[in-house]
Every structure is written in structure tokens, then in C-alpha cells.
């Protein structure tokens, strides 16, 4: 592939990711479903999250924890790499604010790692995982940095009794 036709299809990755972003912190569900491979896997499992497989399954669960959140998601300086004419990888810097509850917000850092294919002539993500370099909780009156050592540790002990 020569390196216009390159730049092209990184592009369109790049608008896939925007489209990304703006389906999910609009909650159109059903836009934001059509940009993921039906097998699409997520793993969020090292941000204290759990490894999903499926989109329908995937777009399931953030649907039931976000529906009624609001949430702003940016990203931005993307690497990526095209495999082959029909597949990628790449890596974004990720900001990310959700509301948790009634005057608690997380505000996030990390990287989104992900892997595309491009299926009936349309790229689709096909891999997505979240590692976070910063967690704050936060509102009008404090703000909580949640470390990465105690990230871990809530993951590992998750489901076990306190």
C-alpha cells in the first residue's frame, strides 16, 4: 500500500475512534454498537474492570452502568500502525470523566490499546484494552487520587469479603 492510501485508512481509524467517543458520551447505543467486530473482546480487567467478549455483550454492559451517567470522553495522540490492508493496531492517550454518583466524578488517565479490522469496507474495533496511569475521584469539595497500588489491590479483591 503506498503511502496515501495508508494515510487514508489511518485516518479512517482515526474518525472510527471520534465516532467512538461521540456515540458513547451521547449514548447513541445503536451507532455505538455498529463501530465493533461482533466478536469484539474488552479488557479493562488492569483498571478494575473484567474482560468482556462479544460486542452485543459489551455494548450490554456499559449501557446498564453508563445509561444514566454522563460521561465525557477524549482522545488523542494516536499510534497507529496498519498489519495488513485490512487490520491495525493502535494506542490512544485517553481522558475520560464519569459521573459515579450525585456530587462524585472520576476523572481518568490512560491509554486505550486496540487492535481493527476493516470488514465490508468499514473499520471496525476489534480489541480494546484500558490501562490508566491516573484515577482521581473528585467534587466541589475534595478530590482523591486512587493509586495504582490500590487499583490492583481492588481488583485482585474483588468478590471476597472485606
Known amino acids: 500500500m503506498d503511502a496515501a492510501n495508508t494515510l487514508l485508512e489511518i485516518e479512517a481509524i482515526k474518525q472510527l475512534k471520534a465516532r467512538y467517543c461521540r456515540f458513547l458520551d451521547t449514548k447513541d ?10 466478536d469484539f473482546r474488552s479488557d479493562t480487567s488492569e483498571a478494575g474492570g473484567k474482560v468482556i467478549v462479544g460486542a452485543d455483550e459489551f455494548v ?5 452502568n453508563l445509561e444514566k451517567q454522563p460521561t465525557v470522553h477524549q482522545v488523542h495522540a494516536p499510534e497507529i500502525e496498519l498489519t495488513t490492508a485490512t487490520t491495525a493496531r493502535g494506542v490512544w492517550a485517553l481522558n475520560d470523566i464519569v459521573r459515579l454518583a450525585p456530587a462524585v466524578n472520576l476523572d481518568g488517565f490512560g491509554h486505550y490499546h486496540e487492535t481493527y479490522e476493516k470488514i465490508d469496507g468499514h473499520w471496525r474495533i476489534t480489541s480494546s484494552k484500558l490501562t490508566r496511569l491516573r484515577t482521581d475521584i473528585f467534587n466541589a469539595l475534595f478530590s482523591v487520587r486512587i493509586s495504582d497500588r490500590l487499583m490492583r489491590w481492588s481488583a485482585s479483591n474483588r468478590g471476597s469479603a472485606p
Do not use: E, L, S
Request: proline content about 0%; charged content about 25%.
Open 29 to 38: 447505543w445503536q451507532a455505538w454498537r455498529g463501530i465493533f467486530a461482533d
Open 60 to 64: 450490554a454492559f456499559v449501557r446498564k
